[in-house]
C-alpha cells in the first residue's frame, strides 16, 4: 500500500495547495501547462522504458487488443446502467437527440486531431523509437526517473483541481441525483472490465478493474499501473484509455440516440469534464453540460485513489 499512500497524499497536498489559488487564472493557467509538460514527460519516458523491454515489443499487437476489449467493456458497462438510471433525469433523456450526422462527424474528426492525446502518442513512440535504437540511454526509462516525475505529476493535478472554481460551484447548483452518473460510471467501468478479464488472457481481475478505473484518463492510470504492474500493463492501460475517449468524441451522437443523453457522459468518463466536452454538449445540449463537467471532475480525482488501491499497493 506505500505506493499508493503516497500518491494519494501528494494528490491531497495538491489539492490543499491549490485551494490557496481557486478562481485565480493565472495560477490555473500555469498548472496547465506545466501538466501537459510533466504529462509528454512521463508518457515519453514510458515509451523509453517499453522500448527497452524486448517483450512488449514483440506483443504490441496482441496489447493493443487486449486494450480495444477491455476499454470496450468498461463503456458498455456504463453505458447499459446509464439507460438504466435514465428515469432519473429529465422526461426526454431517453429520447436522445437528433444531430446532423455529417456535422458531427466533421467536429469530431477536428477534435480528435487538435487533441492532446495525439500529442501523448506520439512522446510515446518517440520514447519507444530512441530507446529502441539506442539514441537514448537505457537507464532513462528506470523506475526511479518515472516515480519522480509521477509525484511531481500527482501534486500538479491535485492543485489543478483545487484551483478549479467549477467544482463547488456545480455541487452548489445541483440536486442531489446528479451523484448517480459518476456511480454509474464507476461501477459499470469495473464491472465490464472485469468480465472482460476474465475472457482476456494473462489480464487477471484487478488489472482489468485498474485499467477500467482509468475512466479515460490515460496519461495517470497508465503511469500508475505501468509502474505497478509493468511495462505490459501499462501499455494496455494507456491504449484502452485513449480508445475510450476517442471512441467517444467519434460516437457520442449516437450514444445519445440509442442510450439517452446520459450515454455520451458516462462513455466518456473522466474526459467528459474537458476533452470530450465539446461534443457531448453538441449532442445532448447545453443544460447537461453541468452534470458531464460534474461527473469528470469526481472521476478524475478518483482514478490516483482507486488505480492504486484495486491494485492492492
Known amino acids: 500500500m506505500f505506493i499508493s499512500f503516497i500518491v494519494i497524499g501528494l494528490f491531497v497536498v495538491g489539492i490543499v495547495a491549490g485551494s490557496f489559488f481557486r478562481g485565480n487564472k493565472k495560477f490555473i493557467a500555469l498548472n496547465e501547462k506545466l501538466v501537459s509538460m510533466v504529462v509528454f514527460a512521463l508518457l515519453f519516458f514510458l515509451g523509453v522504458s517499453v522500448g527497452a523491454d524486448t517483450r512488449v515489443i514483440n506483443n504490441i499487437s496482441t496489447l493493443g487488443w487486449k486494450a480495444i476489449a477491455l476499454s470496450g467493456g468498461a463503456i458498455s458497462g456504463s453505458l447499459l446502467l446509464s439507460a438504466m438510471v435514465s428515469s432519473f433525469f429529465t422526461k426526454d433523456t431517453n429520447k436522445g437527440g437528433k444531430p446532423d450526422r455529417e456535422n458531427e462527424r466533421v467536429i469530431s474528426i477536428k477534435l480528435i486531431l487538435n487533441n492532446q492525446s495525439i500529442w501523448i502518442l506520439l512522446f510515446f ?4 523509437t530512441g530507446a529502441l535504437n539506442k539514441i537514448v540511454p537505457a537507464y532513462w526509462g528506470n523506475s526511479a526517473v518515472s516515480t ?11 492543485a489543478g483541481i483545487g484551483s478549479d472554481p467549477r467544482a463547488l460551484e ?6 442531489f441525483h446528479i451523484l448517480i452518473v459518476p456511480v454509474v460510471v464507476i461501477v459499470g467501468s469495473l464491472t465490464g472490465s472485469l468480465l472482460i478479464s476474465f475472457l482476456t488472457p494473462d489480464i487477471n481481475a484487478t488489472n482489468g478493474m485498474a485499467i477500467g478505473a482509468g475512466f479515460g484518463y490515460y496519461s495517470l492510470s497508465a503511469i500508475i499501473i505501468g509502474k505497478i504492474s509493468g511495462n505490459e500493463m501499462g501499455v494496455i492501460a494507456l491504449l484502452a484509455n485513449i480508445f475510450r475517449e476517442v471512441f467517444t468524441l467519434v460516437a457520442a451522437p449516437w450514444l445519445v440516440r440509442w442510450f439517452g443523453k446520459l450515454g455520451a457522459i458516462v462513455s466518456g468518463g473522466a474526459t467528459a469534464m474537458d476533452t470530450t466536452l465539446p ?3 453538441k449532442a445532448t445540449g447545453k443544460e ?3 452534470i458531464s463537467i460534474f461527473s469528470g471532475i469526481v472521476l478524475s480525482m478518483l482514478v490516483p485513489v482507486l488505480v492504486p488501491l484495486l491494485l492492492g499497493n
Open 125 to 128: 513512440i518517440i520514447g519507444i
Open 148 to 158: 519522480a516525475i509521477l509525484y511531481i505529476m500527482m501534486i500538479l493535478v491535485g
Open 170 to 175: 456545480i455541487l452548489r447548483s445541483t440536486r
Open 279 to 281: 461534443v457531448i454538449i
Open 288 to 290: 447537461f453540460a453541468v
